[in-house]
């Protein structure tokens, strides 16, 4: 049975930094693509960033881009979202998400089959 279980949330100050984990089980992540979600009050889940099993792309989100960073280490079966200048607005929670069907670091949420239960990050102004 594959599980996921981000870690790494928290409160934070604008402009501040968080490192998020996902650590996956029950299966080997080397052959994944994985992807960042993120989910505010009343709004859809959205897009954040995501990795080939590579590692060699990476997509992210306008939103993000040159802010975060998503990094994996399949040996330890982690996937990384280390996120800097942080803003209130990038308060939501976080979703780490695992498929092994069709390459290509999708930005779509259909594409992952596999889902965390996420973590809260709340950036106070």
């Known amino acids: 049975q594959v599980q996921l279980v981000e870690s790494g949330g928290g409160l934070v100050q604008a402009g501040g930094s968080l490192r998020l984990s996902c650590a996956v089980s029950?299966?080997?992540?080397?052959?994944?693509?994985m992807g960042w979600f993120r989910q505010a009050p009343g709004k859809e889940r959205e897009f954040v960033a995501s990795?080939?099993?590579?590692?060699?792309?990476?997509v992210y989100a306008d939103s993000v881009k040159g802010r975060f960073t998503t990094s994996r280490d399949n040996a330890k079966n982690t996937v990384y979202l280390q996120m800097n200048s942080l803003k209130p607005e990038d308060t939501a929670v976080y979703y780490c998400?695992?498929?092994?069907?069709?390459?290509?670091?999708?930005?779509?949420?259909?594409?992952?089959?596999?889902w965390g239960q996420g973590t809260q990050v709340t950036v106070s102004s």
């Open positions: 029950g299966r080997n992540i080397s052959m994944s693509d």
């Open positions: 998400a695992a498929d092994w069907r069709v390459p290509g670091a999708s930005p779509t949420t259909s594409d992952y089959a596999y």
């Open positions: 990795i080939s099993r590579t590692g060699r792309r990476t």
